[in-house]
């Protein structure tokens, strides 16, 4: 049995030149770019199958290379630079993820596209790792779950602002300025991280072996489990959120971006209320959280016939999505010991897991001919699922604790 770490707290020789809020500003931006940059992508599909001859099944290519890059990057880059500084991390991974945007940008072949994609996944996960720790060092240990809940708002903020916003550019300049904006906004992430953060080494001890331990943890698994199957559900419903609201709610396509606002207000509110509640207690949070997504998934059947009733619920399904986030982040980072940029990169890998698992169980349910709505229940089956593995690991840990 291997002890858990301690909690993160605060190191007075962490503290940011300019203040804690501009510290957690540059990180958050960092959130943003990457949001920005893999959700928008998604809207511009038509234009880039258009623009290099390809049909828009075989242009969604180009998503599935992102989330492989996510799901690669995470523990290799974790593992690999676990001796390099905190803050020359996340200076180097923005900087690799812009000069990939701006490879795609000037992609000339389908083939190009998707492997230019595919590198700008790969900093994906360990950023959100590192930047996590780093936000979690800046304050007191009973805050750290808030701090990296306000640090994932930029990842909430993307779908109401920088997705949108990216979205008309594409179609205004051609889909490559885009990704024109994406890696800019991703300069613009490492120059405010190296002047906001103090240099930050790596622990004494840490090295590549030492974080590859995180995978012989049972806890490290199970956690994981618990995003990649209970986050699962939102995207069951989300990827196929446009003709619901159409087919079902009677929405015509212009709304339908409103909406979709009205799930990133939800999962602003959400990131902030999971970082409030984790603190209070991290499984028990998990748990709540899992609870109110098959809540909210479950009521996706009742509520999708009636507009006003679906764009409410919708605002929950954000909610109570995002609110997943900090307890899981703060709980792989509390029970990491040595291997903490590896499990708390890890998460975002689960979470990219979820994302294909959900689409596509989604997909089946409709293919087989049972409605649009019908992805509710999947995703609440999910979360149903997520809040098992929670079941499994609260037992575990609480006779490993008594061993």
Same mark, same amino acid.
């Given at each position: 049995?291997?002890?858990?770490?301690?909690?993160?707290?605060?190191?007075?020789?962490?503290?940011?030149?300019?203040?804690?809020?501009?510290?957690?500003?540059?990180?958050?931006?960092?959130?943003?770019?990457?949001?920005?940059?893999?959700?928008?992508?998604?809207?511009?599909?038509?234009?880039?199958?258009?623009?290099?001859?390809?049909?828009?099944?075989?242009?969604?290519?180009?998503?599935?290379?992102?989330?492989?890059?996510?799901?690669?990057?995470?523990?290799?880059?974790?593992?690999?630079?676990?001796?390099?500084?905190?803050?020359?991390?996340?200076?180097?991974?923005? /900087?690799? &993820? *812009?000069?990939?945007? =701006?490879?795609? !940008?000037?992609?000339?072949?389908?083939?190009?596209? $998707? +492997? %230019?994609?595919?590198?700008?996944?790969?900093?994906?996960?360990?950023?959100?790792?590192?930047?996590?720790?780093?936000?979690?060092?800046?304050?007191?240990?009973?805050?750290?779950?808030?701090?990296?809940?306000?640090?994932?708002?930029?990842?909430?903020?993307?779908?109401?602002?920088? /997705?949108? &916003? *990216?979205?008309?550019? =594409?179609?205004? !300049?051609?889909?490559?300025?885009?990704?024109?904006? $994406? +890696? %800019?906004?991703?300069?613009?992430?490492?120059?405010?991280?190296?002047?906001?953060?103090?240099?930050?080494?790596?622990?004494?001890?840490?090295?590549?072996?030492?974080?590859?331990?995180?995978?012989?943890?049972?806890?490290?698994?199970?956690?994981?489990?618990?995003?990649?199957?209970?986050?699962?559900?939102?995207?069951?419903?989300?990827?196929?959120?446009?003709?619901?609201?159409?087919?079902?709610?009677?929405?015509?396509?212009?709304?339908?971006?409103?909406?979709?606002?009205?799930?990133?207000?939800?999962?602003?509110?959400?990131?902030?209320?999971?970082?409030?509640?984790?603190?209070?207690?991290?499984?028990?949070?998990?748990?709540?959280?899992?609870?109110?997504?098959?809540?909210?998934?479950?009521?996706?059947?009742?509520?999708?016939?009636?507009?006003?009733?679906?764009?409410?619920?919708?605002?929950?399904?954000?909610?109570?999505?995002?609110?997943?986030?900090?307890?899981?982040?703060?709980?792989?980072?509390?029970?990491?010991?040595?291997?903490?940029?590896?499990?708390?990169?890890?998460?975002?890998?689960?979470?990219?897991?979820?994302?294909?698992?959900?689409?596509?169980?989604?997909?089946?349910?409709?293919?087989?001919?049972?409605?649009?709505?019908?992805?509710?229940?999947?995703?609440?089956?999910?979360?149903?699922?997520?809040?098992?593995?929670?079941?499994?690991?609260?037992?575990?840990?609480?006779?490993?604790?008594?061993?």
């Amino acid at each position: 049995m291997h002890a858990a770490s301690p909690p993160i707290t605060a190191d007075s020789s962490n503290t940011p030149p300019h203040g804690t809020a501009l510290a957690e500003l540059a990180l958050a931006l960092g959130g943003f770019a990457l949001g920005t940059g893999e959700f928008a992508s998604m809207g511009l599909l038509p234009d880039v199958a258009r623009d290099v001859h390809v049909s828009i099944p075989v242009a969604g290519h180009m998503i599935s290379a992102y989330a492989l890059g996510v799901v690669i990057g995470a523990p290799v880059l974790a593992a690999v630079f676990a001796r390099a500084g905190r803050r020359a991390m996340l200076v180097g991974l923005m /900087v690799f &993820f *812009a000069c990939a945007n =701006g490879l795609c !940008a000037v992609a000339s072949s389908y083939g190009l596209i $998707v +492997a %230019a994609r595919f590198l700008a996944g790969l900093p994906h996960g360990a950023y959100f790792g590192i930047a996590s720790l780093v936000a979690a060092s800046l304050v007191p240990a009973d805050k750290r779950a808030q701090a990296v809940a306000r640090m994932m708002l930029g990842l909430s903020c993307a779908n109401i602002v920088g /997705v949108p &916003f *990216a979205t008309w550019v =594409g179609q205004a !300049a051609g889909w490559r300025a885009a990704f024109v904006v $994406v +890696a %800019a906004i991703g300069v613009a992430t490492a120059v405010l991280c190296r002047l906001m953060l103090r240099p930050m080494p790596a622990p004494d001890n840490t090295s590549p072996l030492t974080e590859l331990g995180a995978l012989r943890r049972g806890q490290v698994w199970l956690t994981l489990g618990i995003a990649a199957i209970g986050f699962g559900g939102v995207f069951a419903v989300y990827s196929y959120i446009t003709p619901m609201l159409t087919q079902v709610s009677g929405m015509t396509e212009a709304h339908v971006p409103l909406v979709l606002s009205v799930i990133g207000a939800g999962m602003v509110a959400g990131s902030l209320f999971g970082g409030w509640l984790a603190d209070r207690g991290v499984m028990r949070a998990i748990a709540i959280t899992l609870v109110l997504n098959i809540v909210t998934l479950g009521l996706v059947m009742i509520t999708a016939h009636s507009v006003l009733l679906v764009t409410i619920n919708m605002f929950f399904v954000g909610f109570a999505a995002l609110s997943m986030g900090p307890p899981l982040q703060t709980r792989l980072m509390d029970i990491a010991a040595d291997a903490q940029a590896l499990a708390a990169s890890l998460n975002h890998s689960a979470f990219n897991t979820a994302n294909a698992l959900g689409a596509w169980l989604g997909g089946v349910a409709i293919a087989s001919g049972l409605g649009w709505t019908s992805t509710g229940p999947i995703g609440a089956l999910l979360a149903a699922g997520g809040l098992a593995i929670w079941f499994v690991a609260w037992h575990t840990g609480r006779h490993g604790r008594a061993a």
